[in-house]
Every structure is written in structure tokens, then in C-alpha cells.
């Protein structure tokens, strides 16, 4: 198909997708064709009769299937962003599809015989740093991918990655119809409470499904603004309900799915030897094992609990006062946290949102980004978008563009929930052979019906979390695209993210950018004041509810059922031996748990935030003890060793030359108010 968009050269800058010319029947005709010339890109690789050294066999790999990746990051996109049904009945079609394709990679004899042959000889090869961790890495993916398998073994092993894609697929959509369908319509009798910014959403999301008054949906912010203000507990209790049972409509219900997933990938892990799936999965993470995790937790769980019983006892104070129910119920606990809040710190989300609108938080982390490391952000309203609500910008450094960015921020019909960071293109080469990164960043943040959406602290943090995840892909500096940027251990990958948080609170930025939408006065001191003096406040609940996820997820695959689990049951009795407070629950419970199901990327892995979070409140230390939040000489060192280190060195010796020394917990404990518990 020479027309196919798919399979030609684009023209536009920067290789960037021509979006207005890409349709879903593209994508099976193209990644029929791509298979078959990646296929013969190997075979070529394969066949080579020279004697197989880094550059005709590991160089040769890594630098084969770029058209194939590219498609496949569009269609991944696409999917999450756009998710029309033409887009997930190609989803469902392809991931089956993909996932066999990348095993036979992985399984092929020939091309593993050359890789293993070039693996033993590493010493004698005079590789520097970046070739010795592409020639590990590719080594370690195959022999994890079963390429030291034989006979039935070796073709089952494939049947599981092929059934697996299938499946998690099947299981994420499920979560995006339920997601979709549900919408709770408000009259003029159901608002009271609400402030302005949460009336203007749910009137937006009325208008959009052309209905009349307001209308909530399942987007997160949306949720929380109604469970924090809203005083109809019935209509709190009815959308908690619906927002936590995603993955349970009788018409689409994922526990089974859940429980074929977790049988495949336990039999998965036994036939490359592995006693579970979570042996398997930490083994290519910074923690190791989970015992390391469980240590970690150790230190969080008790304390955790302890102020979370405290801050219940708060909250019946209140409900006392205000006249409200004392029988604490979950959809019970935001509004009456809020009223706390209020009253202890003098801090009300509907007096700080004014002061974090969309467009100058956007603002603000841009000049964090510019005062760090250099770089500016000119807004490319002449390249095509999938949509209207998203935007584009050429990053520059010094003349010099290093990549492109998009933010796509606000929620609707078909796109995933949640918020994350994704790539069209990454990054790889140096000088002239440099191929940019081309980065986006997905938000669910509800889109005021007019004027600019105003954010809560909350989603400010949100905001720069996944542009610290941009960052890391636009800032690497790598040769190979597998070492590339994002593409380190889980537990490391959320650094970047989880320390540029930081910066959203830095005096200088907010006295820059956090100015009232109406006034454009800047936040008062004693707002700001106010709002780190809160930081700590109901941390009990947030950490239960973090840690009760991940220790479930964590025990989850550690079980070695050669049938699966009733994720259900699993779900009930696990709360019940952690003492999981019944008023707190989970981040995300087991039937909509996309982290955990949609695919294997955090599968034994959810509790890579709080790992990354030890990290991240070690690193923002060295800047607080400089005395200066942009330090030039350290944000250089933060730049070379983790912004633009990628996997080109190991994490543990790149942070450690970042911070002088290993790192400890206990900064982390310090910032979520947990040490003196």
C-alpha cells in the first residue's frame, strides 16, 4: 500500500505524525507489511556469515524495526487518547499479534546463537560503558523472553505472550467502556455545596453529551471535586460506587480475565524457573526481590495506619461539630478531610484553585525546565493534532531543537483515564544522527465550559509529575533507542517524574506563576504557607491506601495458583489480614487495576512509586542543602546522571554519583510525616 501513511516518509518537521492523514484501517494492512520487513531485517542479521561481533549482531538489533516501533507507539497513543471503536477493534486485533511477533524475535535460535556468542566473549571486546549495557540488555530480554527454551516449552512460552496481549488488552478496555458509559446526571437540587470550578466542569460534561443542568463522570478530577463538597451524601455514596466497581459490569466483568492473566504469568515465570511471577518480574528492577520491597513497606504500613486512626478520629470531631453522620464512610472521607483542612490550616481548595490555572502551571513548569537545564518551549500550532484540545511545542536548547512536546490535559469520551507520559518517537544517535524524541503527556483534568481550568494542588502536582516523565525523554542522551530515555527499571523510572514535583512549590516559581485568575494578584505567602504547613495532613490516608494496593498487588504474584485466583477473594481476605482500614480502601482495587492487568509494565511492580519516592526525596534534598532549588552545578550533575543517563548506566552507581552516597528512607518518611508516628 504505497499510500498508506503508515509505511512512508513523513514530511512533516521533526518526522512528527501526520495525524490529519492517518485513519484505523491504516494500521492492519501496515503492520502486515512491517512484520515482514522486520522479519527480514532479522534474517539478514541471522544470516550474516561474518563472525558474529557488536556491530554486525548487538549495533544491528538495536537499530532494526524502527518503522514497526513507530507504528506501534501510534497505535498505542491512539488508542488511549482517541479509543474510538475502530481504534480498539484494531487494538484487539493487534496486541495478540505484536506480542507474537516480538516472541518470535526473542525465540529465534539463530539470532539468540549470535547474541549469546558476542555475550561471551564481552571482556576481550573493548566496549565502552553504553555498548556494555545494550549488549546486557538485549541478552537479558531474550534469555527473560525464553530464548534458552527448547521444544514444547519454547512454543508454549510463545502461546502465553500471544494469550497474554489478548487478554490485557480485553481487561484495559473493559475499564475504558465502563469509564465511558457512566455518566450521573445532577439537577439544580444536587449541587449544593459544590463551588464554582466543579459546577463549570460538570456543566461541560453535560453540554458534551447533550445533556441539560450538570452531569458527572468517572474522570478523577471530576470524582474528587464532587466528593469533597458536594453535601448530598446519597449522590457521594452512588458515584463512589460506581468510580470504585469499575471492572464489574455484569455485561463486561474482568475478574476472569484477571484470573487467566495471573495463571499465564505464574506459568510463565515456572518455565523460565522462577518460583512466582513476582521473583520474576523484581529480578530486572532496582529492588532485587520482594523481600526488599517488603522492608521498605515495613517502615511505612504500622506508622501508616497509626495516623490514619488518628486522623479518623479528627474527622468524627468534625462530623460532630457539623452535625453529619460520625459512622465514617469512604464516600464520607474527602468532605470531611476538606472541612479539617479548612479548619486546622486555613486551606480550602476553592480559595487555592483560583491561583493554579491550567495555562500558568503549563507556564511554570516550562520556566522550571528552562532554569534547570536550558531549555524553552515555542508553541507548533501548525503541526496536525488528533484533537483539538491538544497542543504542541518545539523544545529548544540553546538555538538547538532537542525534541517536541504535546499535552493532551483534559478528560473525555473514548480516552483513558488516569494521567501518563508516552512517546511517538524516541530518542537515539548523536550529532547529525540524532533522532528526536517526540513526547506527550496525558491528563484527565475536567475542562471548564469557559474560561481557563483551574487545577487543584493536587493536579498541579499531577501536572509536573508527568512532565518530569517528558523531561526524562526529552533530555536523553543516548545512542542506542533501548537504553533511550524512560526505558530503565520500573522502580527508577519514576524519579524524573516524582522529583520535579518538588519544584511546584518553590517560592520563585509561585511567586511567578501562581496568580489569581481573575486579578492576576499573586498567591499570598500565607496561602503558601498554609499549603506546605498541609502537606502532611492525610497522609494516613493516602499512604493506607497506596500501600494496601501494593502489598496486594505484590502477595497477588507471589502465589504460585497454576489456575489463577479469584481477584474478588484474593481482594477481601488480603484487607482482612492487613487490617486495611475499611474507610480508607485502595488506590485501585483488583477488578479496574490497570497498572496491574492492562499489561505486565508494573505487574508485581505498583510499589515502584514509593521506591522511586526514597529516591526522589534524597535527590531534592542536595538542592534544599545547597540553599538554592536551581544550583547550577547540580542541576548539570541532575541532568548527566538522571535526566539524560537513561539506561546507559546503572541506576545505583548513576544516582550515587548524582548524590554522593546511597539512599535512605528516611528523608521520604520525614516528607509523608510518617517518623515521628
Do not use: C
Not at 521533526?14 to 484501517?25: K, L, R, V
Not at 517536541?404 to 548523536?430: E, P
Request: aromatic share 10%; hydrophobic share 45%.
Amino acid at each position: 500500500m504505497s499510500t498508506n501513511p503508515l509505511l512512508a516518509n513523513w514530511d512533516t518537521p521533526h518526522q512528527f505524525p501526520p495525524f490529519d492523514q492517518i485513519d484505523a484501517a491504516h494500521f492492519v494492512p501496515a503492520f502486515e507489511a512491517l512484520f515482514a520487513a522486520h522479519q527480514a531485517e532479522l534474517d539478514t542479521i541471522a544470516a550474516n556469515p561474518a563472525a558474529p561481533d557488536f556491530a554486525n549482531t548487538v549495533a544491528a538489533l538495536a537499530q532494526s524495526g524502527l518503522l514497526l516501533e513507530r507504528a506501534s507507539l501510534l497505535l498505542d497513543n491512539l488508542s488511549a487518547s482517541v479509543g474510538s471503536d475502530a481504534l480498539q477493534a484494531v487494538e484487539r486485533d493487534m496486541a495478540p499479534r505484536l506480542a507474537a511477533h516480538h516472541s518470535s524475535v526473542y525465540l529465534n535460535a539463530a539470532l539468540f546463537a549470535r547474541l549469546d556468542a558476542v555475550y561471551r566473549e564481552r571482556a576481550a571486546l573493548g566496549l565502552d560503558e553504553e555498548q556494555q549495557r545494550l549488549l546486557a540488555r538485549l541478552h537479558r530480554n531474550f534469555v527473560r523472553a525464553g530464548a534458552r527454551l527448547d521444544g514444547a516449552a519454547r512454543s508454549r512460552f510463545a502461546a502465553i505472550v500471544s494469550r497474554l496481549a489478548e487478554l490485557q488488552t480485553a481487561f484495559s478496555q473493559n475499564v475504558l467502556a465502563d469509564e465511558g458509559e457512566y455518566v450521573l446526571p445532577l439537577g439544580e437540587q444536587d449541587i449544593d455545596g459544590l463551588p464554582g470550578y466543579v459546577l463549570d466542569a460538570a456543566r461541560n460534561a453535560a453540554t458534551e453529551r447533550g445533556l441539560d443542568g450538570y452531569a458527572l463522570t468517572l474522570s478523577r478530577s471530576a470524582v474528587i471535586g464532587f466528593l469533597t463538597y458536594s453535601t448530598r451524601r446519597d449522590l457521594r455514596e452512588q458515584l463512589w460506587r460506581a468510580w470504585t466497581s469499575r471492572g464489574e459490569n455484569p455485561a463486561r466483568v474482568n475478574a476472569p480475565l484477571a484470573r487467566e492473566i495471573l495463571a499465564l504469568r505464574t506459568e510463565k515465570a515456572a518455565l523460565l524457573g522462577y518460583a512466582s511471577y513476582a521473583d520474576y518480574a523484581l529480578e530486572d528492577r532496582m529492588a532485587g526481590k520482594p523481600q526488599a520491597v517488603y522492608d521498605l513497606l515495613a517502615q511505612v504500613w504500622e506508622p501508616a495506619k497509626q495516623r490514619f486512626a488518628a486522623e479518623k478520629v479528627m474527622l468524627q470531631q468534625e462530623a460532630a461539630r457539623q452535625g453529619l453522620p460520625q459512622d465514617i464512610q469512604p464516600w464520607d472521607w474527602w468532605l470531611l478531610a476538606e472541612k479539617v483542612r479548612v479548619a486546622r490550616y486555613a486551606l480550602d481548595d476553592a480559595q487555592i484553585k483560583p491561583y493554579f490555572s491550567l495555562p500558568r502551571m503549563q507556564a511554570a513548569m516550562f520556566d522550571v525546565a528552562g532554569r534547570l537545564f536550558g531549555l524553552q518551549f515555542a508553541p507548533r500550532d501548525d503541526l496536525p493534532r488528533y484533537h483539538p484540545d491538544v497542543r504542541v511545542w518545539e523544545v529548544r536548547r540553546d538555538d538547538t531543537v532537542v525534541g517536541l512536546f504535546i499535552g493532551d490535559n483534559y478528560a473525555r469520551h473514548g480516552k483513558r483515564g488516569g494521567a501518563w507520559m508516552h512517546l511517538f518517537q524516541q530518542q537515539s544517535g548523536k550529532g547529525t544522527d540524532r533522532v528526536l524524541p517526540i513526547v506527550i503527556n496525558n491528563n484527565n483534568f475536567a475542562k471548564a465550559g469557559s474560561g481557563p481550568t483551574l487545577l487543584s494542588f493536587d493536579d498541579v502536582r499531577t501536572l509536573f509529575h508527568e512532565f518530569g516523565h517528558a523531561l526524562h525523554g526529552l533530555l536523553s542522551d543516548v545512542q542506542y533507542r533501548l537504553l533511550s530515555g524512560p526505558n530503565t527499571p520500573q522502580d527508577y523510572v519514576e524519579l524524573p517524574s516524582q522529583l520535579l514535583e518538588n519544584w511546584a512549590l518553590v517560592p520563585e516559581v509561585l511567586a511567578e506563576h501562581a496568580r489569581h485568575v481573575d486579578s492576576g494578584e499573586p498567591i499570598p505567602p500565607a496561602l503558601v504557607a498554609a499549603i506546605k504547613a498541609a502537606s502532611t495532613f492525610n497522609q494516613g490516608f493516602e499512604t493506607v491506601r497506596y500501600s494496601a494496593s501494593t502489598l496486594i498487588d505484590l502477595a497477588l504474584h507471589q502465589r504460585s495458583d497454576a489456575d489463577g485466583v479469584d481477584i474478588l477473594a484474593f481482594e477481601a481476605a488480603e484487607r482482612t489480614r492487613l487490617g486495611v482500614p475499611p474507610e480508607a480502601g485502595m488506590n485501585h482495587r483488583l477488578p479496574h487495576f490497570g497498572h496491574v492487568f492492562s499489561d505486565d509494565y508494573y505487574a508485581a511492580g505498583y510499589y515502584v512509586y514509593m521506591w522511586a519516592e526514597v529516591l526522589e526525596a534524597e535527590a531534592f534534598a542536595a538542592f534544599e542543602e545547597a540553599g538554592n532549588p536551581f544550583d547550577a552545578a547540580l542541576a548539570a550533575k541532575l541532568q548527566r546522571y538522571i535526566y539524560s543517563a537513561g539506561d546507559a548506566r546503572e541506576q545505583r552507581a548513576a544516582f550515587r554519583a548524582f548524590r554522593g552516597h546511597d539512599p535512605q528512607a528516611a528523608p521520604m518518611l520525614e516528607k509523608r510525616g510518617l517518623l515521628a508516628v
